[in-house]
Structure formats: C-alpha cells, structure tokens
T-cell receptor, first 115, second 116 residues
Framework: DTGVSQDPRHKITKRGQNVTFRCDPI?????LYWYRQTLGQGPEFLTY????????KSRLLSDRFSAERPKGSFSTLEIQRTEQGDSAMYLC?????????????FGPGTRLTVL | AQTVTQSQPEMSVQEAETVTLSCTYD???????LFWYKQPPSRQMILVIR??????QNATENRFSVNFQKAAKSFSLKISDSQLGDAAMYFC?????????????FGAGTILRVKS
C-alpha cells in the first residue's frame, strides 16, 4: 500500500475556470476527508465521506464546491468559477471508522493557484 | 465551537537539545483526542503522537512526549535529543469523540528550526 495519493500535485488556473482534484485513499479505509490549508495556517475541514455517503460539510464549502466519492473508493473535489481566494493547498486524508483513535493519514496535497 | 491555539509561531533548538511546543484548546466535551502532526517542507503531514482525554498518563513515542493537562486544557509536545530531521511545521489538533463527528480542528502551527 502506497498511502494516500492526490492528483494533480499542482494546479494553476485562471479566475473563473473550473478545476477538479482527485484523491485515492488507503484502500481499506472507509472514511475520506478534505481539508484546505492556506499559507501559514493549519488545515481547515471541508467535508468527509463514510463509504460513498457525504456525512458532513463545513460552511467553508460554498455552492461552488462539490465533492463526490462514487462507490466509496476515490474522491473528487470540484471547484467551479474559481476565485483568487480559492488559492490554497487542498489536503485529502483517510481513516478507518472502527478505529476509535481514528488516525487520519494525509496525502501530499494539491496546491491550487488562481491567477 | 472547539478552538486550538498555538502561541509560538516559530521555535529554534540546537541539535541534541530538548524543545517544548505549546498548545491550548477550548472545548466543552469530556471525551476527545489530541494529536500532534508534523509537516516537513513540501512533504505530507504525518502523525507524531496521540493522546486520549480519558487517559491520565501522558503519551510517549520514542523521543516525543506530551504534557497533557486536562483541567488547564493544555497539550504541549516535548522533543528530546532533537535531530535535523525534526525540522518541520508542527500542528496541534483536536478531535471530538466519534459520536460528535470526525473532523480535526488544527492550530495555526509552529515552525521548528533545528540548528547544527
């Protein structure tokens, strides 16, 4: 198992364009999380899935953001009509739901720059 | 809402010395977890150490140990025998018990520099 992977690692886009990121969790993990990290700050929770169900969404997740996890495997995070304020590192993490300690394993992140 | 505060934006330590990173948190819950994560430059975040709130004994992992003061809502990380590879951003994080959701609430981080 190679851990959590994310693609792409870097994305540069122009304001107003749509972007989509992918996260592949550790294969046995049934929970998947998305966080956003701006420069010099700690990650902030966006949303999480248990299997294919999206169970919680942060108010940070505006209508321009949508996340999916079809078949409970990989997940995608789409941002429509990007704005300069969307520039950040987008982190994905996965875990087991039956692990009381619920350790979350993080991917390397996708760094988004909106020009 | 739960909050996590790391009051030291940056810390420095000499190689082989000991350093302590501070973290305070605010919660009304009694059952929760606290974590320290390490984020090296341009590399992914990894878990350093975890503490369960109902356990009075402080967690230790090799050179890393915590001082958990539940009443004071304080959770500091001590790194002994500091190594060059310890240089990174360190985040303190809180998670409520499983019944109340699973998201991690992070502090703003502390940059640790290790001098040779």
């Amino acid at each position: 198992d190679t851990g959590v992977s994310q693609d792409p690692r870097h994305k540069i886009t122009k304001r107003g364009q749509n972007v989509t990121f992918r996260c592949d969790p550790i294969s046995e993990h049934n929970r998947l999380y998305w966080y956003r990290q701006t420069l010099g700050q700690g990650p902030e929770f966006l949303t999480y899935f248990q299997n294919e169900a999206q169970l919680e969404k942060s108010r940070l997740l505006s209508d321009r953001f949508s996340a999916e996890r079809p078949k409970g495997s990989f997940s995608t995070l789409e941002i429509q009509r990007t704005e300069q304020g969307d520039s950040a590192m987008y982190l994905c993490a996965s875990s087991f739901s039956w692990d009381r300690g619920n350790e979350q394993f993080f991917g390397p992140g996708t760094r988004l720059t909106v020009l | 809402a739960q909050t996590v505060t790391q009051s030291q934006p940056e810390m420095s330590v000499q190689e082989a010395e000991t350093v302590t990173l501070s973290c305070t948190y605010d919660t009304s819950e009694s059952d929760y977890y606290l974590f320290w994560y390490k984020q090296p430059p341009s590399r992914q975040m990894i878990l350093v150490i975890r503490q369960e709130a109902y356990k009075q004994q402080n967690a230790t992992e090799n050179r890393f140990s915590v001082n958990f003061q539940k009443a004071a809502k304080s959770f500091s990380l001590k790194i002994s025998d500091s190594q060059l590879g310890d240089a990174a951003m360190y985040f303190c994080a809180y998670r409520a018990s499983m019944e109340y959701g699973n998201k991690l609430v992070f502090g703003a981080g502390t940059i640790l520099r290790v001098k040779s």
